[in-house]
């Protein structure tokens, strides 16, 4: 069984210091609403061919001094939930020795064993607190094998999944450019501007991992698996127009989920998805922080659950959601946000619907975390300590979808083999053998 040794752990404070009038970064009213769980990120890596692990630390802890600067609050500390005191205590970074080949966590049928590559004790399901403070945390795990690993947790309470894959990209250029020292990301933690703070935020739901055990696996669906489906989709039902592939993803994943419900119990529940969507336009796209808001889809009878139908449902919601957000103003815009927080503590305690959430990470360049030593093998995150969550993240061709799904264990066992999923998606398991 793999264990992990910290061969080091530091600080990395920006360099140079934050200036005193970046001191005060006020957080928005989508911070403030967010939930104090870490985005937890993992690049894997086959063994690097022209670096040292000595090298590849000095290169990460440099850049990252670096990129910080332009991306301050990270190096800083909330507070009062109200704003980040950007005080240059800066990020953790640990240097973690793997004592067992990469083949075996990427060969593991489950997606779980990627969590040797996280700070341990940590990171993506525990809140912030006093002993674990740090907005963001990095390690480096180098493996027997020879291969690398690279992961970041960033708070939740100061960036989103745009905001984390916006500074990784930046932080890759920052070390690949870093003889040339022409590099000069632009990041805004402007968002208060746009969403502006409240008085009074409702506190958010604490995420309580389920009392029945999660699981997460991996599946990918290929570039040519998406344009049959969406073939076979707009074939059946002509009115649906250019369906995205996260679209026809999304809707072949949550007929599946539908399907082991209805093994389970025998009849159909009525079943509701929450999706999140990005708010970068009309917000500008390098405002950092949080700028994402809800949406839902609801099928009623199992009639509503096939493909096409979900399809059109999944559009015709986003449609209407757009439409809304043109007519609001940032009052009615933090009302709306607010509702939809409470709507789901209510819908999750009546316990009517099936609830599934799916955040989508696709078009961030999950596929391009290259510092220097290649393109990764594997993206991913570890797994959700709640169930029925999706995460949709770009293969490494950059033209398919691999979804991550956490599901109850007992879930996990009826979801893996539904013939329709096996018919469009494949496991990601890969050996280094």
Known sequence: MASSTILSRKIITPSPPTPSSHRH??????????????????????????????????????????????????????????????????????????????????????????????????????SLSEERSSLLVVQLSHFDCGGVGISICLSHKVADGYSAFKFLGDWISMARDDHKLNFQPSPQFDGALFLPPIDNPPPMPNVVPDPQQCVSRMYNLSSSTLSKLKDSIVSTNPQIQNPSRIEVAMALIHKCGVDVSMSKSG?????????????????????????????????????????????????????????????????????????????????????????????????????????????????????????????????PSGEGINVLITLTEADMLLFQNNKELLEFASPVVQSLE
């Open 25 to 126: 970064c006020n957080l928005s009213f989508r911070d403030q609403t967010a939930n104090t769980l870490y985005l937890p990120i993992a690049a894997l890596y086959s063994k690097p061919e022209n670096h040292t692990i000595t090298q590849i630390s000095n290169i990460l802890e440099n850049s990252l001094s670096k990129i910080l600067y332009f991306y301050y609050p990270f190096g800083g500390r909330i507070k009062d939930n109200k704003y980040v005191d950007c005080n240059d205590i800066g990020a953790e970074y640990f240097n973690v020795h793997i004592n067992c080949q990469m083949s075996e966590i990427l060969s593991n049928p489950y997606n779980d064993a990627i969590e040797i590559v996280f700070p341990q004790n940590m990171a993506w399901g525990n």
């Open 267 to 395: 009849v159909f529940r009525p079943t509701m998805l929450y999706q999140v969507m990005n708010l970068r336009p009309p917000i500008p796209l390098n405002t950092m922080g949080n700028a994402t808001c809800l949406f839902s889809t609801i099928a009623m009878s199992i009639d509503k659950t096939t493909l096409p139908s979900y399809v059109g449902e999944l559009q015709k919601a986003k449609q209407q959601l757009r439409h809304k957000l043109k007519q609001m103003d940032t009052n009615q815009l933090a009302s709306h946000a607010i509702e939809k927080l409470k709507e789901i503590v209510n819908i999750a305690n009546e316990d009517v619907f099936d609830i599934y959430f799916c955040t989508s990470l696709c078009t961030f360049g999950s596929h391009k975390i290259d510092f220097g030593w290649g393109s990764p093998l594997r993206v991913t995150q570890v797994k959700h300590p709640t169930k029925n969550k999706f995460m949709f993240l770009d293969d």
